[in-house]
């Protein structure tokens, strides 16, 4: 990111997109975090900064990893493409299991479904 205004731009769509897919109101989400409903929206539209431990605090009460809060870096991977990887391999009765687990549940997820060497050869995880 060459300019810190588009970073927290970005960011802050991200927190709104993510909020929005919850379900969750700017006010609910403000309260969750310790912070005004105004300064939520002021952080959705990229115009106020966010301390570490606010954005630590809004991923887990959007139930999501930070890393899908946080803009990627330019030239590296897609870090937040990681999950979305795992999510397509799972099947409709995996997604249904994980609804309502939050990110501690996408954590399992992902360790669960990650290939292991030895189920690339074929052999058992036991």
Excluded: C
């Excluded at 954005?55 to 990893?65: F, G, I, Q, S």
């Excluded at 391999?89 to 669960?112: C, N, S």
């Amino acid at each position: 990111m060459s300019n810190l205004h588009e970073l927290y731009k970005q960011f802050g769509r991200r927190v709104a997109r993510f909020r929005k897919k919850a379900k969750v109101s700017q006010l609910n989400l403000a309260r969750a975090v310790g912070l005004s409903r105004s300064s939520i929206a002021n952080i959705e539209r990229g115009r106020q900064s966010v301390q570490l431990h606010i954005a630590y605090l809004m991923a887990d009460a959007l139930r999501v990893e930070i890393v899908r809060l946080l803009p990627n870096q330019p030239g590296s991977a897609a870090l937040t493409s990681v999950l979305d990887r795992q999510l397509a391999r799972a099947t409709p009765e995996d997604k249904r299991m994980l609804e309502g687990l939050g990110h501690e549940g996408a954590k399992w997820f992902a360790q669960v479904f990650a290939p292991t060497p030895e189920a690339k050869k074929g052999g058992s995880n036991e």
